[in-house]
């Protein structure tokens, strides 16, 4: 041991991590809401749905296979 006293971190960076979370979950329900409150109205939507639907049963990739796989299994955890 040296003698060196330990850098200790300022009361302001201590505040800010203590108030990150509340802000990310703040950021978290707007983001959720504002999906919820305009439907998608794209028919490209379905054509993701069934190209996911391929994917997982029958293993076929296409293109936007993440993308396309990603969307199915969130359509069938969260419902329509």
């Known amino acids: 041991m040296s003698g060196v006293p ?5 009361p302001d960076k201590k505040q800010f ?3 990150f979370p509340w802000a990310a979950v703040g950021f978290a329900a707007v983001f959720a809401f504002l999906l919820a409150a305009f439907p998608a109205r794209s028919p490209e939507i379905w054509v993701h ?3 996911g639907r391929t994917l997982f049963t029958q293993g076929a990739f296409a293109d936007s296979w993440l993308m ?3 969307l ?8 329509p």
């Open 6 to 10: 330990p850098i200790l971190p300022s």
């Open 17 to 19: 991590w203590l108030a």
């Open 49 to 51: 749905l069934v190209s």
């Open 68 to 70: 396309d796989g990603l």
């Open 72 to 79: 199915f299994a969130s359509h069938q955890i969260m419902g």
